[in-house]
């Protein structure tokens, strides 16, 4: 029996990085073993098998009547359903000793910012198998931008994962930080290895985006700090004033801790009439409907534990605009991408400009995205099992 702890992808709309892998595995995993999902409820203390809307949620995040919104997760979890949900998951709470059974693995894909990392050592046997993906340390990395008990409740977080039999950290970068952040913190730590998410093709890619109206550029991510949409808009904003005409569109959440200093220069930017959006956190269909329609896109983060939007956009055919340190030099550097220095404003602008400008650098680099192998959820559910199956053999 594999447990999966699915809490964030079964309780809302948000379908950001984390709760795209959460969704993508639990599918890949069901149909090769025999998964339950688990949501942890933080009042009761404990696992709870899923409601049917729960389920549902999990398999199908947007519901029929989907409206944009910029934080997904609190519109669809206020205060009184939090509770009322604790009281209907009485009677599907998970009891402690039924992780207890042999051959029982904890597979956990996604981050806790609750108590979970305090409770589970306690509560889950030593002789479990635990599994976990890593993503990335960026709260360590410039922690004087993270609120503190976030950051704390990070570090406990990381150092769960660590305690795990088997860590897939998401690229190379990550592995890393891991070991030089916290497993010198973690006296028994587990077995970690650098496990690539893959991106699947849709199934029918349309044809290029109409080059009558002006070109549309596109930025995937939800709007937090380490993201830098001011250096984008800086760098978008320096090309209008030269005369380029093109269409910026910004799609993602909003982040609590930032997203407030970011809105006022979009609104500046749009009071002076330039063509900029910023559409929230759509559904999948518009998302691809907004891929087809772009030009390209561009991804000014300027660390990342992996860049999963780069290899989206490759998904789709599209180049994109990006840095190359770190983790994003591993998604950006095998093709279809423009490397640029992302921190400097100046050095994005010219990336986007070359693209706007040069059209057989623009066909050339849709090429090579449409050229590259980025995997599929099917291997990466195999390779998974196999190292599962490696980790219990040897412990």
């Known amino acids: 029996m594999l447990y999966l702890d699915v809490t964030q992808s079964c309780r809302s709309a ?8 959460t969704r993508k595995l639990y599918r890949a995993l069901a149909a090769k073993a025999q998964v339950q999902p ?6 009761l203390q404990c696992y709870a098998k ?24 609190k519109r669809d979890n206020p205060a009184w359903k939090t509770f009322s949900r604790s009281i209907l998951r009485l009677s599907r709470r998970m009891k402690w000793r039924g992780f207890a059974e042999a051959g029982t693995t904890m ?10 990392a305090k409770v589970l050592p306690l509560r889950l046997p030593g002789h479990l198998t635990k599994a976990a993906i890593f993503y990335d340390t960026y709260v360590l990395k410039e922690p004087e931008k993270t609120p503190p008990k976030r950051a704390r409740n990070f570090i406990e977080y ?10 897939l950290c998401i690229s190379r970068e990550t592995k890393e930080d891991l070991e030089r952040f916290i497993l010198p913190e973690v006296e028994d730590h587990g077995h970690a290895t650098v496990a690539y998410l893959p991106v699947e093709r849709p199934a029918n890619l349309p044809s290029n985006p109409n080059t009558e109206t002006s070109p549309l550029i596109l930025c995937v991510s939800t709007l937090g700090y380490q993201k830098n949409h ?3 808009l800086e760098a978008a904003e320096r090309l209008w004033k030269d005369g380029l005409d093109f269409r910026l569109e910004l799609i993602g959440k909003a982040d609590p801790t930032w997203t407030g200093k970011i809105l006022p220069r979009i609104d500046e930017l749009r009071d002076e009439g330039k063509d900029l959006h910023w ?3 759509v559904d999948d269909q518009k998302l691809a409907d907004r891929y087809h329609h772009a030009s390209f896109t561009v991804y000014p983060s300027r660390y990342e534990g992996f860049g999963l939007p780069i290899l989206e956009s490759m998904a789709h055919g599209k180049p994109c605009v990006c840095g190359s340190n770190g983790a994003l030099g591993e998604a950006s550097s095998e093709g279809g991408c423009l490397q640029v220095d992302q921190n400097d404003p100046a050095s994005l602008a010219g990336g986007i400009r070359k693209l706007l400008e040069k059209g057989e650098l623009l066909q050339s680099l849709q090429e090579e995205a449409l050229g590259r192998d980025l995997g599929s959820w099917d291997d990466y559910a195999d390779s998974f099992l196999k190292n599962l199956s490696q980790v219990d053999s040897s412990g």
């Open 279 to 281: 559409l929230r956190h």
């Open 107 to 116: 597979i956990f894909p996604e981050v806790f910012r609750d108590a979970r």
């Open 38 to 43: 688990l949501a942890w409820d933080p009042l």
């Open 158 to 167: 990381a150092k769960f994962v660590a305690s795990s039999n088997l860590i």
């Open 230 to 232: 001011l250096g984008l």
């Open 50 to 73: 899923l409601s049917l809307s729960e389920r549902d949620r999990l398999e199908n995040p947007f519901p029929p009547d989907y409206k944009p919104t910029a934080r997904p997760n």
């Open 14 to 21: 948000n379908n950001s990085g984390v709760q795209v892998v």
